[in-house]
């Protein structure tokens, strides 16, 4: 089975999408990454839905990725002594390291680290951002505040400071517990929250190795700041646009999507666009107008693949949510200026810079269009030589064949793959008929037909894309 577009569905799985039935159908209705949250669940509920997931791909034959996505750092509030209280705009508000519970003067904030990265004049986001303070004098354990904009504050409620650098890492103890398991139950992509800088992925890094690939979650403003450095040590990026309206105007949240994206496909790594695409079929069982232009936008910007959350792990439409975004993609890529605004948006190799890979891959765009092939067949055993063709966005889609499971669930995540695992080949000559076998039996291309074919030689070599090869099916 093969679908009839090019950029990817990624789904959350959670209590409205438990059961075996309902995965299977998000499957066929088009998902082709499943996000499991870490923030919600136990060890067990983890290991059922792997084990289910894989069931499914045994099933269907066809590679399925499985997205880890860590809690990250939590930064909280206290508990209140009577309950909710409600700040009034123009109070002073005291923050400190007293567990005693909370009133109307004071709150316990039991995070050192804020304290330590706070100066006067900084603001702090209670709530979702509900809630804004700004800090007048400070302390290794306490910060007095005054309140700008009022409102009711319960215990526990998330804390944000936007424009500060925390000193803190990436993995908590409960990230390391979540990753370890993840990890043993052999999750493709590990979602890494509240990216910082640059060490933050390089952390995550040492711990996890080749066992899987990273994704960085760009929240926080000081991400956006570091852009380039993070996107290059990620293995792909996504776009958590609702942590980064909390800490940044949400006027600046679709100009940063656009820069991110821009950058992620510049550098050739798959980005994802996420949260609230679909937010009110949580619901209701169709969007609105506004959220289908919203999903419709990130692909005609070329974004990877765009992600369901709430919308199919706690709504009452999931399925529905699911097969709306698959039809909003379809429609977008059968627009002719869709196609213009991805070739007007191409970056292209920069003469005398780039490598043989990237000199393979700009040749295969132009044979694809000047050829009008039906299909292009990559022959990689890392991935490498697929996503590097799928950053050239050609016209044809890409038909990645691989000898590798892991590398094959890996690339359901990149924009215009179809991943098949194989066994390895031998020579070009056999490369070329299984290539011509496949593209006709996956549906890709008719007896008659043109594809184009790359791959690294010598076969079974990681980063050797070498050959371009074109061929009548």
């Excluded at 909390?246 to 006027?251: D, K, Q, R, S, Y």
């Excluded at 695409?277 to 959220?291: I, Q």
């Excluded at 974004?303 to 709504?315: H, Q, R």
Aim: charge should be negative.
């Amino acid at each position: 089975m093969r679908r009839t577009r090019n950029a990817k569905i990624v789904a959350t799985l959670g209590p409205a999408s438990s059961s075996r039935e309902t995965v299977h159908e998000l499957f066929l209705a088009g998902v082709d990454v499943f996000r499991l949250n870490f923030s919600h669940g136990s060890a067990a509920d983890h290991r059922e839905r792997f084990d289910m997931l894989r069931a499914i791909e045994s099933e269907t034959g066809r590679p399925i990725a499985i997205l880890a996505d860590l809690q990250g750092p939590k930064l909280r509030v206290g508990t209140f002594a009577d309950g909710p209280v409600l700040l009034i705009e123009g109070q002073g508000f005291r923050l400190d390291l007293d567990p005693a519970p909370g009133n109307l003067q004071r709150a316990g904030l039991p995070h050192p680290e804020i304290f330590a990265a706070l100066v006067p004049g900084a603001e702090l986001l209670l709530d979702d951002g509900k809630l804004r303070l700004v800090v007048e004098s400070c302390g290794p354990d306490f910060a007095e505040a005054r309140v700008l904009v009022g409102g009711k504050l319960s215990e526990r409620k998330g804390v944000n400071v936007p424009g500060v650098v925390l000193p803190i890492t990436a993995l908590t103890s409960k990230d390391r517990r979540d990753l370890e398991l993840a990890l043993e139950l052999g999750a493709d992509w590990i979602a890494l929250s509240f990216v910082q800088r640059p060490e933050d992925v390089a952390e995550a890094r040492e711990l996890i190795g080749d066992r899987a690939l990273i994704v960085s979650k760009l929240e926080k403003p000081a991400a956006i700041d570091r852009l380039d450095a993070i996107v290059e040590l990620s293995d792909a990026v996504m776009i958590a646009r609702g942590d980064l309206g909390v800490e940044l105007p949400a006027e600046q949240v679709p100009a940063i999507q656009k820069r991110i994206v821009r950058a992620c496909r510049r550098l050739g790594k798959p980005v994802i666009v996420a949260t609230q695409m679909l937010e009110s079929m949580v619901d209701s069982p169709v969007p609105t107008r506004a959220e289908a232009s919203d999903v419709a936008t990130a692909i005609y910007d070329g974004a990877d693949a765009v992600m369901l959350s709430a919308e199919s792990a706690a709504g009452k439409h999931p399925v529905a949510a699911v097969e709306m975004m698959n039809r909003i993609i379809v429609q977008v890529e059968q627009d002719p200026a869709y196609r213009q605004l991805i070739d007007a948006s191409h970056n292209a190799a920069v003469a005398g810079q780039a490598d043989m890979a990237e000199a393979v891959c700009c040749a295969m765009r132009r044979a694809v269009s000047l050829l009008q092939a039906a299909a292009i067949v990559c022959y990689t055993s890392s991935g490498h030589t697929s996503q590097r063709a799928a950053r050239e966005r050609p016209e044809a889609p890409i038909l990645s064949l691989t000898p590798d499971l892991d590398t094959a669930r890996r690339l359901a995540l990149v924009w215009g793959v179809h991943s098949v695992h194989i066994n390895d080949v031998a020579d070009v000559r056999q490369m070329t008929e299984i290539a011509c076998a496949i593209a006709k039996r996956e549906g890709f291309a008719q007896s008659g037909q043109t594809i184009v074919a790359i791959a690294g030689m010598p076969f079974g070599t990681s980063g050797t894309t070498n050959l371009l090869r074109i061929a009548t099916v």
